[in-house]
């Protein structure tokens, strides 16, 4: 029989618009239990294959969250950081625009890396359908991202890891790579709850202090200055060796195939929370695993963002917004580690049982 992991998305859309350079896809992984959901990632290099890999972690997302969402995601290949605003603006508008057919039916856009709230603005005004896109600015009666919603779920899945591992926040050491939205509200919430937060990354490079770092202070310096490595009171060292300090809980936030097998004997964290998608191969997890690192994975640990897209979809308010992150985050990570021993300590592969059999209830034509 083939395996899910073998087949491959639904659907791929690919769409130009020459007069603009405007080049973009999107890849419904799984329409099965609902529209495809999933973020619009724009940068130089996006592709087809990376953007199917992220579909695929979608709709397990959705599916462990009991969404009522299939899985998809899209690219627009584009540099924002050498382009203007104006620019950044005309392509989000052909790509919405070129969408208009499949979203909001097929498609539901959101944030995704150098996406955010002014992008789903821009979105959903040229779809003409406030429906198109979630994580919209509150004057357009979304609820933005930019709230918190996926850190603060990343946080809720550390505390469920650290009681799973019977540690306590308050002794708890924290690493955080990446220091955007969602590596910041993981510290903001981490270390107003007791831990110690010792470690931030961002491209500038580590601000390390084993005695821990001031959050606000940081939060003022990374503001002010763009980088962490700005704030005074610490050692700097080169960004990628955060993943190989001395720390209890190591979150990942920020860049993709962050760490590789040759990695793995150099990493000292009890604790690994996935908060960014993919930071690693399913092999690397395993390796980890194997040294008796408990590893959070993605799609477990980062839903906060897509249930908060839910939650905006229904037209809940911010309130009920953060409540619904909580309870499922917390009920979810908690499930799939109790059924850990039934898959020898792979949490993937705990919460992809619960997540594929959810899907395959509603499709039974679809191999899954
Ligand atoms: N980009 C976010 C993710 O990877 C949010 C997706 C969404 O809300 O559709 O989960």
Redesign the pocket.
């Known amino acids: 029989m083939v395996e899910f992991d073998e087949i491959g998305p639904e659907k791929i859309f690919e769409v130009y618009h020459p007069k603009t350079g405007m080049h973009g896809f999107v890849v419904i992984d799984s329409l099965a239990r609902g529209p495809g959901?999933?973020?619009i990632r724009m940068t130089p290099s996006v592709s087809v294959e990376e953007v199917s890999k992220l579909a695929r972690v979608?709709t397990w997302?959705c599916s462990l969250a009991d969404l009522p969402f299939g899985g998809a995601k899209s690219g627009i290949i584009a540099d924002d950081k050498s382009i203007s605003k104006k620019e950044k603006k005309e392509l989000v508008e052909e790509f919405a625009k070129a969408l208009k057919l499949i979203s909001p039916s097929m498609y539901?856009a959101?944030?995704?890396m150098n996406t955010s709230e002014q992008e789903m603005e821009w979105f959903a005004k040229a779809n003409g359908n406030k429906k198109s896109c979630?994580?919209k600015p509150k004057k357009m009666g979304g609820l933005p991202?930019e709230l918190g919603s996926?850190g603060f779920g990343v946080y809720h899945a550390t505390l469920v890891a650290l009681k799973h591992k019977k540690m306590n926040v308050k002794s708890t050491t924290v690493a955080i790579e990446g220091f955007g939205n969602v590596g910041w509200f993981a510290a903001k919430f981490l270390s107003e709850h007791g831990a110690k937060l010792v470690a931030v990354s961002d491209s500038s490079g580590v601000i390390y202090n084993k005695d821990g770092l001031n959050f606000k202070e940081l939060a003022m310096v990374k503001k002010e200055k763009g980088r962490v490595t700005d704030y005074q009171d610490g050692t700097r060292i080169p960004s990628r060796d955060i993943i190989g300090l001395e720390v209890d809980v190591l979150i990942t936030a920020a860049i993709p195939d962050l760490i590789s097998p040759g990695d793995v004997d150099n990493i000292k964290a009890k604790i690994i929370v996935e908060g960014s998608?993919i930071p690693m191969t399913h092999e690397t997890e395993e390796l980890l695993t194997k040294k008796g690192i408990l590893i959070i994975p993605d799609f477990v640990a980062?839903?906060g963002?897509?249930i908060s897209?839910y939650a905006e979809h229904k037209g809940f308010s911010e309130k009920k917004m953060f409540e619904l992150v909580e309870e499922k985050i917390t009920k979810n990570t908690s499930i799939v580690l109790k059924n850990l021993d039934k898959h020898e300590n792979c949490v993937r592969c705990s919460a992809l049982t619960i997540a594929r059999d959810r899907v395959r209830k509603v499709c039974k034509v679809c191999r899954l």
């Open positions: 959901k999933g973020g979608m997302k539901i959101a944030p995704d979630t994580g991202h996926t998608n980062n839903a963002g897509v897209s």
